[in-house]
C-alpha cells in the first residue's frame, strides 16, 4: 500500500507543479479603458508574449490582443490614500489604536497602456498587484523597447 501511495504521488507531484500558469502572466484589475467586454473592477489576466499582449476575462474570453510593435504608450500611477474607513471602525475598539491606523497609507499600482494598430486604436488602465507591478513595467518596456511615462509626474492643469 505504501509503495502504491509513493508511485501514486510520484506521478501527481510533477503534473502539479507543470500545471502551474507561466511566468508571463499576471493577474490585473481592469480599471477602465477602450475594451469591450470589460468593465472597471473586473479581475483579468495579463498574458505578455513575445509579439503580442494580451488581456484574458475571467472566463477565459479574450478581450483584446495587442501586438507589441503597435504600442504607443506605457504609463504608470499610483493612488495613495489614508485608511480613515478601518481608523474609524478600529477606534470605536481602543483609539490609541485608531490614530495609528489613521496614519498609515494605501498605495494602489496601475499601468496603462495605448496602442495604434492601423485603424484599432485604444488604451486601458489596470490596478496590479504591489508586488507585481514593476514586472509587469519592465516586461513590457523591454517587449515595446517605449519607457514608461509617470503620470504622476507629469503637471496638468485644468
Same mark, same amino acid.
Given at each position: 500500500?505504501?509503495?502504491?501511495?509513493?508511485?501514486?504521488?510520484c506521478?501527481m507531484?510533477?503534473i502539479?507543479?507543470?500545471?502551474?500558469e507561466?511566468?508571463?502572466?499576471?493577474? #490585473?484589475?481592469?480599471? +477602465?479603458?477602450?475594451? &469591450?467586454? %470589460?468593465? !472597471?473592477?473586473?479581475?483579468?489576466?495579463? *498574458?505578455?508574449?513575445?509579439?503580442?499582449?494580451?488581456?484574458?476575462?475571467?472566463?477565459?474570453?479574450?478581450?483584446?490582443?495587442?501586438?507589441?510593435?503597435?504600442?504607443?504608450e506605457?504609463?504608470?500611477?499610483?493612488?495613495?490614500?489614508?485608511r480613515?474607513?478601518?481608523?474609524?471602525?478600529?477606534? #470605536?475598539i481602543?483609539? +490609541?489604536?485608531?490614530? &495609528?491606523? %489613521?496614519? !498609515?497609507?494605501?498605495?494602489?499600482?496601475? *499601468?496603462?497602456?495605448?496602442?495604434?494598430?492601423?485603424?484599432?486604436?485604444?488604451?486601458?488602465a489596470?490596478?496590479?498587484?504591489?508586488?507585481?507591478?514593476?514586472?509587469?513595467?519592465?516586461?513590457?518596456?523591454?517587449?515595446?523597447?517605449?519607457k514608461a511615462?509617470?503620470?504622476d509626474?507629469?503637471n #496638468?492643469?485644468?
Open positions: 500500500m505504501r509503495r502504491l501511495i509513493a508511485l501514486v504521488l506521478f507531484f510533477p502539479a507543479a507543470f500545471a502551474a507561466p511566468s508571463n502572466t499576471y493577474k #490585473v484589475t481592469y480599471d +477602465g479603458g477602450s475594451l &469591450l467586454g %470589460a468593465k !472597471s473592477g473586473d479581475s483579468a489576466t495579463l *498574458v505578455l508574449e513575445a509579439k503580442t499582449i494580451r488581456i484574458i476575462a475571467k472566463k477565459d474570453t479574450e478581450l483584446v490582443a495587442i501586438p507589441v510593435d503597435s504600442v504607443t506605457i504609463s504608470y500611477g499610483q493612488d495613495v490614500h489614508r480613515v474607513g478601518a481608523a474609524i471602525g478600529l477606534a #470605536v481602543s483609539f +490609541g489604536i485608531g490614530a &495609528l491606523m %489613521a496614519l !498609515s497609507k494605501s498605495k494602489k499600482h496601475y *499601468v496603462g497602456l495605448t496602442w495604434a494598430d492601423g485603424d484599432k486604436k485604444g488604451g486601458f489596470m490596478q496590479c498587484d504591489k508586488n507585481d507591478y514593476r514586472g509587469i513595467l519592465a516586461a513590457i518596456e523591454g517587449l515595446t523597447g517605449k511615462v509617470d503620470s509626474a507629469m #496638468v492643469k485644468n
